[in-house]
């Protein structure tokens, strides 16, 4: 018998206002094929004045959690993947902690930018397994459109805002692929990268900053390196390609999914794609196309689905799970 981390709960939550790439004709040297062509982005939604990553977090929390018919109060542990929480300290964990009325648990923020969300669900993998936790909610959100330099054509189009949550489970296996659950992690990290892609102010200036990023270079890394991660996670877990049912990749740029895709041997019909709604939410891209997924009915009960993301750092990793 093992434990394993088990998916009973998903769910995602979007703001209200939907940007299409047409707006940022008015203001840029753009143009909607341009976004189009090059990133696969069609639109994304963009929080209201005021609106906060925990804001976000914490609707997607409540629809994961009604999915999985658990209380808040219930929860053992909370682990927000962001990049953008609401304050330099304390965690926007903790305001969602608060938020679903938990004062039992523990909750707080992993931040590894767009491969936030695997990072977490690793850690969260980590705590049920060791037994330190039976119940963990996982959330991806992100409000990047407070980061942004609305004067950089080549970053601003990209980035949208948006939150996902799991709920995992702590249940007996019998430890082979067939179980239920997450099967496998993999993470990885190179600081030497971290020049590719990243904010140019914190703590350290004194102000927030802007989303600083060499395109051509990230785009060239992601291929090799989600593609690497992905098969060391397959092998992890015993599976081949022909085994997967579902990819949810990061959803960065269509280009670089089905890239990647093809790296793996895996036709895009078994890849879920949101790039084209949502643009890149960072670390909230993955259990928003989850949630989607799901609600499409494309992702079903003991699927083998295979999450694989990478952002800044670079921080990427992969994890593979039977739904
Ligand atoms: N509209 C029109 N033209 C543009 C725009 C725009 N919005 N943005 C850039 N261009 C121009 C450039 O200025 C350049 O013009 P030039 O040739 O006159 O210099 C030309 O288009 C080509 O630019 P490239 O950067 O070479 O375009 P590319 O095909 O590489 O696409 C893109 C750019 C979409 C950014 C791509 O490189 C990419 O997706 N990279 C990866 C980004 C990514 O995945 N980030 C994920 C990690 S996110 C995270 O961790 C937060």
Redesign the pocket.
Known sequence: MVRRAVVTGVGHYLPERVVPNSEFEKT????DE??RV??GIERRHFAAPGQTTSELATEAAKAALAMAGIDGADVDAIILATSTADMTFPSAATMVQEAIGNTKGYAFDVQA??AGFVYALSNANALIVSGQAKTVLVIGAETFSRIMDWTD??TC??FGDGAGAVVLTAEDGKGTAQDRGILSTDLNSDGRYRDL?YVDGGVATQNTGVLR?Q??E??RH?VEKLAQTADTALEKAGLTSDDVDWVVPHQ??IR?IQSTAKKLGIGMDRVVVTVQDHG?T?AASIPLALSVGVANGQIKKNDVVVTEA???GLAWGAVILRW
């Not at 840029?28 to 143009?31: A, E, G, M, R, S």
């Open positions: 840029l040297d753009t143009t341009w976004i090059r990133s930018v767009c054509r080549s189009v990209l892609l990023m395109g051509k990230v785009f992601a960065a740029n670089i890149n960072s990478i952002g800044g």
